[in-house]
């Protein structure tokens, strides 16, 4: 059996660890490997398509898919499979724990008081009664929608089709998503980028926030209209916006992202994929399909996630 790897960066290390997961196999690295069974693959040049003949499937070495599914190149009739967790939900739980802490907690004031010599305390407040919204309730949504609640906080998560998970209150369509944004006091968004949440954050939806909302998109910028945030972080109806995803990357050096006080960035680093539990997890899949099993995370190319 015959494996490709191509990522855009650290195809060393990639090809090293695949390799060691998948002893039986031949691993070849990068665009001019011969043709192969099964390419794994991280935002790859579209020539790495071109002499690949017989390829069985596809692997992302990503959550999301939307970059790989843009590309014209990628080979239609063969089953595309993502990585699913691998050690990101614990990761993205991390991140929304941190906002979620810093809003409930009122850390964000306090700085800013401190900054101007004030001793200003505000009243307790109970985590039952701090709403927090999860936009996608997938592998990654709903285990920080699980671990959210399970401390204690209050919490709605919004998906395409309807869901029941023990502890969440969970809604899905528009009017779904109207009453989970009026009550959110934090936002995380963790949908994929398809056709259907491209600039779905726009003016309209924001504007359903409640005063003092904070917004963290932790899986793609362009589920976000930039314009229609910066307004409403100008006006301060979003109180403070943690943003780890943008639609251009590296973030343009001339951004009012970059500057702007109610502003946090982190540069695409919500959930890095790890080495080691990828690789094993895609060796595994792959020999799920040599022994003609059904595996999970194959994408739906129709709907695009
Ligand atoms: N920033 C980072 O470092 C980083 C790292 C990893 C992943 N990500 C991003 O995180 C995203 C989510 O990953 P995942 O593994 O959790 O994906 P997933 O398992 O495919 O879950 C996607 C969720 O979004 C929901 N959804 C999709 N389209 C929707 C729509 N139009 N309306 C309402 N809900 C919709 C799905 O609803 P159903 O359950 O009804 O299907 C599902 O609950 C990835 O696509 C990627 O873009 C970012």
């Known amino acids: 059996m015959d494996v490709l ?32 069974d099964y390419a794994v693959l991280w935002k790859p040049p579209a020539a790495v398509f071109a002499h690949q003949p017989r390829l069985k499937a596809l692997f992302s070495l990503g959550a999301g898919v939307d970059g790989l599914l843009a590309m014209p190149a990628l080979p239609r009739d063969v089953p595309l499979v993502r990585i699913e967790d691998c050690g990101m939900a614990a990761q993205m739980i991390e991140y929304a724990l941190y906002v979620a802490l810093r809003r409930f907690r009122r850390f964000a004031e306090y700085a ?95 504007a359903q926030l409640p005063d003092g909302a904070a917004l963290a998109n932790l899986s793609r910028g362009e589920i976000v209209d930039d314009e229609a945030l910066l307004e409403v972080l100008d006006s301060g109806q ?44 895609v060796a595994e899949k792959i020999r799920g399909f040599e022994r003609g099993e059904s595996i999970s995370g194959i994408v739906d190319r129709a709907r695009g996630y």
């Not at 790897?5 to 060691?20: S, Y």
């Not at 109180?239 to 343009?252: C, G, K, N, Q, T």
């Not at 702007?260 to 540069?267: D, E, Y």
Request: aromatic share 6%; hydrophobic share 40%; proline share 6%.
């Open 5 to 36: 790897i191509c990522t855009a960066k650290e195809q060393d290390e990639w090809c090293e660890t695949l390799a060691a997961c998948l002893p039986e196999a031949q691993v070849h690295a990068g665009p001019d490997a011969p043709a192969c």
């Open 112 to 206: 800013d008081a401190q900054s101007e010599g004030r001793w200003a305390p505000r009243g307790l407040r109970m985590r039952e009664d701090f709403q927090i919204g999860v936009l996608g309730l997938g592998v990654l949504g709903s285990a920080v929608a699980n671990a959210l609640a399970g401390f204690g906080f209050a919490v709605s998560g919004w998906s395409r089709t309807p869901k029941s998970i023990e502890g969440i209150d969970c809604v899905h369509g528009s009017a779904g998503l109207d009453v989970l944004l009026a009550r959110s006091e934090v936002l995380l968004v963790l949908l994929p980028l398809t056709g259907d949440t491209e600039g779905l954050l726009g003016r309209e939806l924001l």
């Open 238 to 281: 979003i109180a403070e916006a943690f943003l780890d995803v943008f639609h251009r990357e590296p973030l343009p050096r001339d951004h009012r992202y970059w500057t702007h006080p109610r502003v946090r960035i982190t540069p695409h680093v919500a959930a890095l994929t790890p080495y080691s539990a990828a690789c094993s997890q």
